[in-house]
């Protein structure tokens, strides 16, 4: 087996992945592949954050501007079947490939076997001589769950599927539906794919490492610094020309838009990125509006509101890390070796050089001296959150999923107010019986 680890990145937003990406990869021959999954949409270069055509040119990038900005959404099956490939490519070469972004979930579907999503040949279910027609019903049962109430579809995953709807929130109305969609799409309870991920080596979140010599290089900021870098960053963006980036797109979405008279989306494609639904008020304004008191206090607010949500999104990169790798014991999960970013004068002491140091001592063939997080990290997540099971608590008539929320509950002070009031109401009534 080759030495050459596949190498990902991990950060919250402004912590400097695409700086040490650039960096290793000029230093050990690499390629970078792209996590992004706004970056992949050509133009909007600001708001997407993407790194500059002289970054690009100091190392080769893979899946960046690849998709137009107004085609239908461009899903994490497709980047992964994409990316694949090359990362095979780039291993046969010896060459070294660093995966880099902020879109966790696009790295995840890299590193690790989806099995329940996926076969040796396709993500779809398999067509027989009657494909067509079990497609065009499937899409028909599928749209349904749309418009049936959470009752309605939780009743019918009980009946289907009986072990996953103990493990379900009964107003979990997402997981209810995949569950259904599982088994429409596949023929197989949700349930019985789980098991299958798990006996393959998996757990409830996929199945085991598609690349057994893996690592990840995990940086890490003071929350406050951050925050202040962060805040920063919004500013740069604006003084780039954001502002001015967002209104030509916007132009030029809405002129198709009319044309095609379809109404405006925010929750698709590139219009998903962190700025759009923040700039929109100041955005559908008429430009003479926009230079009036009106339009600079809603630019104003655009501003405010794309610091808290970006601020918002580097907390949820971190906490997606800590539960989905760092804490989970039941996963195969590569080395996740720390690197502390706070202080960016001491970049190369902090960062660059001891990532150079673990990368040379892994091509070696050597365990690196810096021990990794996920060997010593207290707290553990021991349980798998598919295999977790439902409570109902009789004296708050409450669901419960999972014995951690149930614990919680059984000794909170809500709990044990509504335990004593029952039990006050009981004597209540018996006292009157005895009268």
Known sequence: MS????????GSTGCGKSRLGIELARRFCGEIISADSMQVYKGLDIITAKVTKEEQAMAPHHMLDIV?????????????????????????????????GGTNYYIESILWHILMRENEESDQPQIDVEGASRLKKMKIELDRFGTESNDQLFKELTEVDPEMANRIHPNNRRKIIRSLEVFKQHGVKHSELLKAQRAAGGCGLGGPLRYQNSIFLWLRCDHKVLEERLNSRVDAMVETGLVQELLDFHRRYNEQRIKSNTSADYTTGIFQSIGFKEFHAY?????EERREKKGKELLEKGITDLKQVTRRYSKKQEKWVMNRIIRRSDRQVPPVYVLDCTDISKWNNCVYEPAVTIIETILRGEKPEQKPINESVENQK??????????????????????Y??????TSTKHMRALKRKKRLEQQKEVEENR
């Open 3 to 10: 030495r050459v680890p596949v190498l990902a990145i991990l």
């Open 68 to 100: 137009d900005p107004l085609t239908p959404n461009f899903t994490v099956v497709q980047f992964r079947d994409m990316v694949i490939p090359i990362i095979n490519n780039l291993l046969d070469k010896k060459k070294f490939p660093i995966i880099v």
């Open 283 to 287: 955005l559908v304004l008429p430009e």
């Open 382 to 403: 021991f349980n798998d959150s598919s295999n977790e099971e439902k409570h109902f608590c009789d004296i708050c008539e409450r669901v419960f999923i999972g014995d």
């Open 405 to 410: 929320q149930w614990d919680i509950h059984m």
